[in-house]
């Protein structure tokens, strides 16, 4: 059975409109998988509230804050927090310049006061 030039042309058309669907089909598909995942990354992200103090400490305004802003800043992120309490901001000790950096032990100072564990 021979087509005619007719029925090969009808048949390229369907074919060609078969291709054309799937295809069109595939794109959707793909454009709703990568939405779906978009979604998916941004609802399913876990975060601990721990780590909210490392957010705000990423942030330029803590940067450019004082320490009482800055104490004020993280405790009002702090998980457990109710009222974020006034503290005291926590000052460096000043560092002297000729200061010894470990004393020497006493000459006739029994071991253990030493250190227990040199027994």
Not at 47 to 60: G, W, Y
Request: glycine share 4%.
């Amino acid at each position: 059975m021979v087509f005619s030039i007719a029925g090969w042309g009808r048949l390229l058309i369907i074919m060609f409109g078969l291709t054309t669907l799937i295809a069109l089909i595939c794109v959707v598909v793909g454009i709703a998988l990568a939405r779906m995942t978009w979604w998916f990354w941004v609802e399913a992200r876990p975060e601990s509230p721990a780590l909210a103090p490392l957010e705000i400490m990423s942030e330029s305004h803590y940067a450019q804050a004082d320490e009482a802003k800055r104490a004020v800043m993280l405790d009002s992120v702090r998980m457990g927090a109710k009222t974020p309490a006034p503290r005291k901001p926590v000052s460096r000790p000043e560092r002297t310049v000729n200061a010894p950096i470990d004393k020497a032990p006493v000459d006739n100072a029994p071991r253990h006061v030493i250190d227990p564990l040199l027994e």
